[in-house]
């Protein structure tokens, strides 16, 4: 049954400007489906957003999307536009909840950045000692790998107010020399032209999920859910699959030092690779195994998982202290 357009469609998301940029982007797919659509956009300044300490001490980056799957699951929204790297791979989907959808994944590399007006362009540009801001246990540790003696620091916000940060226009306590950035995340904001090193997966492998965005919605909301699965794209629901499958396996948060990325190769073959680091990255194990006869993520991802844990890859998680 369709009840569209004669019923509204309310959906909660984050009040930043990337979150709210992320459901513009979606209102208007959806508007293509349904012309008519009544949409009504419930901006939430969710408890994660409010602080501006250390997440793992608050229960990590779970809470961005808590608070919204609460007003779902109450009826208060239909639907919600989620970053899948920021739900939670330890915990099972929120009760009656469901991904209805995932967009086609946007460019999941992480670029540096430099204050306006720096002339550097990489890494190996930035003098020894030189501080670099990334909000990502998981950057930090892959920069600790190769440049041991950089000065990490964590910086966190909205995009847009870190980028100020980094050019000094708001006042932070450290000045910093550079910082680290999703690709997606500055094109969504109109600030791809501040990107000058664009890693590549080998030299700074992505977050679980990252570059994707979920479509969620009840589970017995037929109407919204079958809207909503006309915006799926099959191929990045089965590499965001086999991601969340090893993630899941290895019992990790959005703060756990975790790496995945799942791929389809030209001859349709699943490819995933996975990483665990410690916290200062001076440990690290990595995995790469390809879907094979069966092809199934979900296999792909247990058998990365798997490969992770027989290399220690519990030892290193639990080795971070809580």
């Known amino acids: 049954m369709n009840d569209f357009p004669a ?76 970053c899948i790297k920021d ?74 107010s870190r980028v100020e940060k980094l050019d000094g226009t708001r006042k932070i306590e450290t000045k910093l020399d550079a910082m680290i950035l999703a690709t997606s995340g500055l094109e969504r904001l109109g600030l791809s032209h501040r990107a000058r090193q664009v890693f590549t997966l080998d030299e700074m492998l992505t977050a679980v999920g990252a570059g994707a965005l979920g479509l969620e919605c009840r589970k017995d909301d037929e109407s919204v859910a079958g809207l909503l699965q006309q915006l799926n794209h099959e191929r990045t629901m089965t590499e965001i699959t086999a991601e969340r499958v090893m993630l899941h396996g290895l019992r990790g948060h959005c703060n756990s030092p975790i790496a995945g990325h799942c791929i389809t190769e030209p001859d349709g073959q699943l490819s995933l690779r996975g990483m665990v680091f410690s916290r200062d990255g001076s440990k690290f ?26 290399q220690g890859g519990r030892d290193i998680i639990e080795g971070i202290p809580h």
């Open 285 to 310: 194990v990595h995995a790469h195994f390809w879907g094979e006869s069966l092809n199934d993520p979900a296999v792909l991802g247990s058998r990365v998982c798997a490969e992770l844990l027989r």
């Open 7 to 82: 019923r509204k469609l309310r959906i909660g998301t984050r009040s930043s400007p990337m979150a709210l940029a992320q459901v513009d982007h979606v209102s208007a797919l959806l508007r293509k489906i349904e012309p008519d659509l009544d949409i009504e956009v419930m901006p939430v300044t969710t408890e994660a957003d409010k602080w501006q300490g250390d997440l793992a001490q608050l229960g990590g980056k779970g809470l961005f999307v808590k608070e919204i799957d609460t007003m779902l699951q109450r009826g208060q929204v239909d639907m919600a536009v989620h």
């Open 87 to 160: 739900v939670p791979g330890d915990v099972p989907m929120p009760r009656g909840l469901v991904f209805a959808a995932y967009l086609e994944r946007d460019d999941v590399r992480d670029v540096l950045l430099f204050p306006e007006g720096s002339d550097r362009q990489t890494l190996d540009d930035l003098p020894s000692g030189a501080t670099v801001a990334t909000s990502a246990v998981r950057r930090k540790a892959q920069i600790n790998k190769v440049r041991p003696d950089l000065n990490v620091v964590r910086v966190r916000g909205a995009v847009g």
